[in-house]
């Protein structure tokens, strides 16, 4: 039987992920899309079925009014809607809700964002040791499979580690997980997703060097690095969810995230930031009207929904990953490339709500086939990679893989270029030299053959 799958949110990435599903309901059965306003469920709906993504007609596609902070109410859909599978797409905030719902109903649980609370931003690490891990007992107890941050980042840049590892290398030293947008959506500014949720991951940057966590001023590393079929694009050291876990389940020396940022995004971000506007503390109007900036800016941002129609280019996410095989220096650099036009044009959404919203479903299959069935909690890289990314290529997702010069190889090369470009540059000196040389000898002949003949 198939197993049915609810769905938890109508924002971007839950919009993608019921399309997906859609697209796949013989295996996966009856859908339902609950969230706090229900129109945003039936607004999904109604694209899938303006797209015609529904595989199986006869299958039911249904829409739910929800409170997931509401355990009870959460457990009572799950059963109503006999789904054996949750794919929790809403805010960090409802994480343990929703958990602690499928625990006491036996459904498969998912996200793809650590938990977080409202008022505690960017804690210390490791973060899924904050909230996540320290339910992994009652998960096994229950039998139910727990798969965490199972989106592109965090998710399948966790898979790429594992793949890295299992396929690509002996040992590992750096893992440099990097994700640039080079699309335009045409707005003067927005964010790509939930702006909460964005400017939250921002207040500092943990990461993972040397085996130790290192914390760093936010946007105080930068560096460009030249991507396939992007190009040169500026990164910044970040912080992010899948640091968290893979310094503990990947044996690597350094385990790091970047971000893609333009200059104009710097710009406003520390605008907002030096004005207090990104600020989740409560303050209060002239008027006594109490309000939280971050929320007010937020209120003010266009809906990362509405940035599809008109969005152009391309994304670029992947792991650069360097170490050793069979005693000699490697380094890989294992991608996805996502053409924001091309996802509107099948589901209605941009490439950042496409990458995030198709691997929670690859990952449902998987589970409805029994290739990933742990019983227990689990972050991505703990389970077998190559099924996922078959499964990513085949609804997708495609997954790139480039092998690229050792640094040593690339030092010599640059060294060889830069002595052949001397050498030539000597060449090409002493022969003008000799030819000026040559010429003035030219020159003076012609002036002493001419001044012979005025003598005659």
Not at 339 to 359: L, R
Request: glycine share 8%; aromatic share 8%; net charge positive.
């Amino acid at each position: 039987m198939a197993p049915n799958v609810l769905i938890i949110g109508a924002g971007g990435v839950a919009h993608v992920a019921a399309h997906k599903c859609a697209q796949n309901n013989d295996i996966l059965g009856d859908i339902c899309i609950a969230s706090r306003t229900r129109s945003k469920c039936d607004a999904v709906i109604e694209s899938i079925r303006r797209k015609n993504n529904l595989k199986d007609a006869s299958g039911k596609l249904t829409s739910a009014r929800l409170d997931a902070y509401d355990v009870s109410s959460t457990v009572k859909l799950i059963r109503d809607t006999g789904s054996s599978i949750v794919i929790n797409l809403g805010t960090a905030y409802i994480n343990m809700s929703v958990l602690s719902a499928c625990i006491e109903a036996g459904a498969t649980y998912m996200d793809t964002a650590v938990h977080e609370e409202a008022d505690k931003p960017c804690e210390d690490p490791p973060w899924y040791g904050n909230y996540e891990w320290p339910r992994k007992d009652e998960c096994a107890r229950a039998g139910i499979n727990a798969i965490l941050g199972v989106g592109f980042d965090p998710g399948v840049v966790n898979a790429y580690g594992a793949l890295a590892a299992k396929h690509y290398f002996d040992t590992i030293d750096t893992i440099d997980m990097m994700d640039v947008n080079a699309g335009n959506h045409g707005k003067w500014f927005a964010t790509n997703f939930d702006p909460e949720i964005n400017f939250r991951e921002f207040v500092k940057v943990w990461t993972w060097i040397d085996r130790q966590w290192v914390c760093r001023p936010i946007h105080s590393k930068k560096k460009i690095y030249d991507f396939p079929v992007v190009g040169k694009q500026p990164i910044y050291l970040s912080g992010h969810d899948e640091i968290h876990s893979m310094s503990k389940n990947i044996d690597a020396r350094s385990i790091r995230f970047w971000m893609g940022f333009g200059d104009h995004y710097i710009n406003v971000f520390t605008v907002l930031t030096k004005l207090g506007l990104l600020s989740t503390k409560p303050v209060r109007t002239a008027e006594g009207v109490e309000v939280v900036p971050l929320k007010v800016v937020k209120a003010c941002l266009p809906d990362p929904k509405t940035l599809a129609p008109n969005y152009t280019g391309k994304t670029c996410i992947g792991d650069l990953v360097r170490g050793v095989k069979d005693g000699k220096k490697r380094e890989v650099f294992i991608y996805n490339i996502c053409d924001h036009k091309q996802c509107y044009n099948e589901v209605e959404s941009q490439a950042i709500s496409y990458t995030a919203g198709v691997p929670p479903v690859a990952a449902a299959i998987l589970v409805a086939r029994g290739k990933w069935n742990p019983r227990t909690m689990v972050n991505v890289e703990e389970l077998d990679p190559d099924p996922f990314i078959e499964e990513l290529n085949r609804i997708g997702l495609p997954t790139r893989v480039k092998f690229m010069r050792t640094a040593r190889k690339s030092a010599r090369k640059k060294s060889s270029a830069r002595a052949r470009l001397k050498a030539g540059r000597a060449g090409k000196t002493a022969r003008t030299t000799k030819a000026r040389a040559g010429g003035k000898k030219r020159k003076a002949a012609r002036k002493k053959a001419t001044s012979r003949r005025k003598r005659r």
